[in-house]
């Protein structure tokens, strides 16, 4: 199978670049094993790329697209850390989503981010994951994603 690399350039899929974080954090963090990276929101070019709650302001599906771009997002940080060809397996997915009163699609948003993951890493993107509909998110941003990936090696 290809790398994760060689599978993005397949795709057309360049990652972004590293998004800075907003607070006293940093976008990925590797323990042992494990990279961990903080939650990331559908920055494009440094801005977000839409705000407001799904389900109202903003259409399930188009959300289902920014949680693919927040994943890019967190991509681009776990290889800025480690390389993503370093990448072994993905453990876990969180997504957060902005839901309008009644919205209970947030499984569907969240498979843009799930998917993305099969469709780069394969068997070794299936993961556990959780999709959570909260009030608000930072900077009024309808989806955010993390990951936590196993990398080779240890460190």
């Known amino acids: 199978m290809a790398t994760p690399t060689e599978r993005l350039a397949e795709l057309g899929i360049a990652l972004p670049a590293v998004a800075a974080p907003a607070g006293a954090y940093v976008p990925a963090r590797r323990t042992g094993s494990l990279v961990f990276t903080a939650g990331q929101v559908p920055f494009v070019d440094g801005k977000l790329a839409a705000a407001g709650k799904v389900g109202s302001a903003v259409d399930a599906g188009d959300a289902y697209g920014l949680a693919r771009t927040c994943t890019l997002n967190a991509l681009a940080a776990i290889d800025a850390l480690v390389g993503l060809d370093a990448v072994t397996g993905v453990v876990k997915v969180v997504g957060f989503v902005a839901s309008a009163p009644g919205f209970t ?24 994951r959780s999709a959570v509909g909260v009030a608000e998110l930072p900077l009024d941003a309808p989806v955010e994603v993390e990951l936590v990936v196993e990398v080779a090696g240890s460190s």
């Open 105 to 128: 699609g947030q499984p569907g948003v969240v498979n843009g981010a799930s998917d993305l993951l099969g469709e780069v890493f394969g068997e070794a993107g299936r993961h556990a």
